[in-house]
């Protein structure tokens, strides 16, 4: 008998850490996590603490990643925009998930609907997401709240799309018309029967949405149509250094490689996840 672990012995999670680049990326993402959720603790200073006669400090002993233009210590500010560019990506990733499985559902099931909502979904992703995204921001004004639902419009009918998809498959298999012979409700078929087997898809594509919104709110940040100004993003940490970026490139650069490490780190979980959720692939790794 031979020794060697299946990938139904060692379950999703350990399949894809086996991988050594995605679980570098799980772990930097999960320390990411509690960094921020620790900013209290962690942070040298009040990030709005302002010291004009310390502006524009190199970093170095007093300012670990420097002071920006009102003296403000760059590492606070960096701690606290983190945990409110998180907060937006983890709400877009959840709000879009919840709507486009709604949408998925009705559309994939219900034969009679699907050619309106999937004209719906069509249209609106041949906007350039981004300038959906300004449009809706600029509608219903530049708060957190406000930035969360304009990004989740615009990230909707990806998962709405895959959903679709996924229950056009599903809905005609044997056991689904099992169900509605035994006189399941319809309600009852796409909570129990439909939505638990389409689940591994959604999960996938809503880590890469956590990832696209956070790189969505630093462009709308840096384009000054995002969060109020007066709430630190990294976004916004960038659009403030950026007139400031020949004599404190640091201003930019800090911020910078927290988006894009974060990002990195979230896009490399989500193939590691895409991977170990497709049986084909996870019994080759």
């Known amino acids: 008998m031979s020794g060697a672990v299946t990938y139904e012995e060692r379950g999703v999670i350990a399949s894809m850490l086996s991988r050594r680049s995605v679980a570098v990326a799980f772990v930097f993402f999960l320390l990411v996590l509690l960094v921020v959720m620790a900013a209290p603790l962690l942070a040298p200073s009040d990030p709005a603490a302002m010291s004009v006669r310390q502006r524009l400090t190199p970093p170095g002993e007093e300012f670990l990643l420097g ?10 500010r960096i701690l606290y925009a983190g945990r409110v560019t998180l907060a937006i ?7 879009s998930s919840i709507v486009g499985i709604l949408i998925g559902l009705i559309a994939g099931f219900f034969r009679s609907l ?11 992703m041949s906007f350039p997401d981004i300038l959906l995204a300004i449009s809706l921001v600029a509608i219903l004004g530049g708060s957190m709240i406000n930035v969360i639902v304009a990004l989740s419009i615009v990230y909707t009918p990806r998962i709405a799309r895959i959903v679709r998809a996924s229950t056009l498959v599903v809905r005609e298999l044997p056991y689904i018309e099992a169900a509605q012979a ?21 999960i996938v594509q809503a880590t890469f949405i956590f990832a696209y919104a956070m790189l969505a709110e ?9 969060v109020d100004p007066s ?3 990294w976004g916004i940490m960038i659009n403030e250094g950026r007139q400031y970026i ?12 927290a988006i894009s490490f974060c990002v990195l ?5 989500g193939d590691g996840l895409r991977d170990a959720l497709d049986p084909r692939i996870a019994r080759q790794m």
């Not at 002071?67 to 606070?76: E, P």
């Not at 035994?182 to 959604?202: C, E, F, Q």
């Not at 020949?246 to 490689?257: E, R």
């Not at 780190?265 to 979980?269: A, F, G, K, R, T």
């Open 67 to 76: 002071a920006d233009a009102f003296g403000r210590s760059v590492l606070s």
């Open 89 to 95: 990506g983890a709400g877009v990733a959840v709000l």
């Open 114 to 124: 699907d050619g309106l909502v999937s004209r719906f979904i069509d249209a609106m």
């Open 182 to 202: 035994l006189g399941s409700s319809s309600t009852y078929i796409l909570l129990r029967h439909v939505l638990l087997n389409i689940l591994s898809p959604i």
């Open 218 to 226: 630093a462009g709308l940040s840096f384009l000054g149509v995002g």
């Open 231 to 233: 709430t630190p993003t």
């Open 246 to 257: 020949d004599q404190a490139p640091f201003l930019i650069l800090f911020p910078g490689l």
């Open 265 to 269: 780190s979230l896009q490399l979980v």
